[in-house]
């Protein structure tokens, strides 16, 4: 894998709930479901894309069960701001599962 290709660490949570929070109502309108809960735990970042960020990041979706999804998130970046995007997700995942760029 080449160094343009290369994904950071798991990271913890600072600004990514912000992100998780926009993308929310992509992943419940596909799938047809609401999340009262929906807590950002850790995230990764594709280092070294010109014009995007690409962020894979562990969400909470329960307060009674170790309950996640994984979300696959692209971000453009350019001069006029632009939402984030949901690319792909991962359902039935939990605390336990790592979290791998897919």
């Known amino acids: 894998m080449s160094s343009e290709d290369s994904w ?22 596909k799938v047809d479901k609401t999340y009262p809960v929906f807590v950002a735990k850790k995230y990764r970042y594709r280092k070294n894309i010109v014009g995007a960020r690409h962020y894979v990041l562990k969400v909470s979706v329960s307060n009674s069960t170790d309950e996640c999804v994984h979300l ?31």
Do not use: C, G, H, R
């Open 8 to 29: 950071s660490e798991p990271l913890p949570v600072q600004e990514i709930q912000e992100i998780a929070d926009k993308v929310k109502p992509q992943l419940e309108k």
């Open 72 to 102: 696959y998130v692209v971000q453009m970046v350019i001069a006029t701001p632009v939402d984030p995007e949901l690319t792909k997700y991962q359902l039935n995942k939990t605390e336990d599962d790592p979290l791998e760029p897919f």
